[in-house]
């Protein structure tokens, strides 16, 4: 006779099921989510909200990309692309995709290019 089966680990695969709600990935208007795309809060969190909605309207106070919102909150791309997937149907949060260096009419910044390497040979 097997031992009895002990609860999951609630940080693993099934965590992310339920944060989702079943969901694998994001659809609508987050399916042109990447990394460097910003994302700002446009209204404060509500009573009740799910907790990782809560915490993606805090940290989005200020614009953050999605990498760094990623990183602090611990979830992979897909399971927070999910989330805000949810918070931009609702109008909560706004996503800006940073806008390329050639199409914003300059190239990369010389001087200050110049000043990060004389940095690194420092080091």
Known sequence: MSAPRKPSDP???ERYYVLTGGRSGPGGSASSLDVATLV???AAPLPGMQHEHEEI???CRDPLSVAELGAHLGLPFNILAVL????LDAGRVEARNPIPAHQAGRGPDLALLEEVLS???RL
């Open 11 to 13: 940080s693993g695969l």
């Open 40 to 42: 700002v809060s446009r």
């Open 57 to 59: 309207l805090r940290r």
């Open 84 to 87: 805000l997937s949810d918070l």
């Open 119 to 121: 940095g690194l040979e």
